[in-house]
């Protein structure tokens, strides 16, 4: 029993540990770089994160990214389709476990966004990438 007890209380240990210091340790920026490629890839539009990015890892994974704007299709009326204060994205720590990513939560903060077309009739929400462009 006292065997059991030991065993138990290293794995809180080892778990609080590993929640302190995940975040200190993990570089948000490289974490990002990816995000926005695949971004550019899927959209053809630029993600841009200005501000500053934090995670957390307690009760939930949660990525905060600070100052993000989606750029505009070309020849719009400004250079962002959408633009945040903030952007709050929380995964829940099991889905990573599992292997199934699930967002939990998606919050945008002090959302700026531009619906229009251009002279064609071409809506700059209109993201879908034909393979040739994606090349």
Known sequence: MKLLLKIVGLVLVVVVIAI?????????????????????????????????????????????????????MPGGSRPDMISMAQLDVHIPLLSLVSGELKVE??????????????????????????PAAQK
Request: zero cysteines.
């Open 105 to 130: 939560r998606f919050v945008i903060r002090q959302p700026d966004i531009l619906l229009e077309t251009d002279a064609s009739g071409k809506a700059n929400w209109d993201m879908v990438q034909t």
């Open 20 to 72: 302190v210091l995940i975040p200190m340790l993990v570089s948000v920026d490289k974490m990002v770089e990816p995000v926005a490629e695949q971004v550019k890839k899927a959209t053809g539009r630029d993600l841009m994160i200005d501000g500053d990015a934090s995670l957390t890892v307690f009760p939930s994974l949660s990525l905060q990214l600070n100052q993000v704007r989606l750029s505009n």
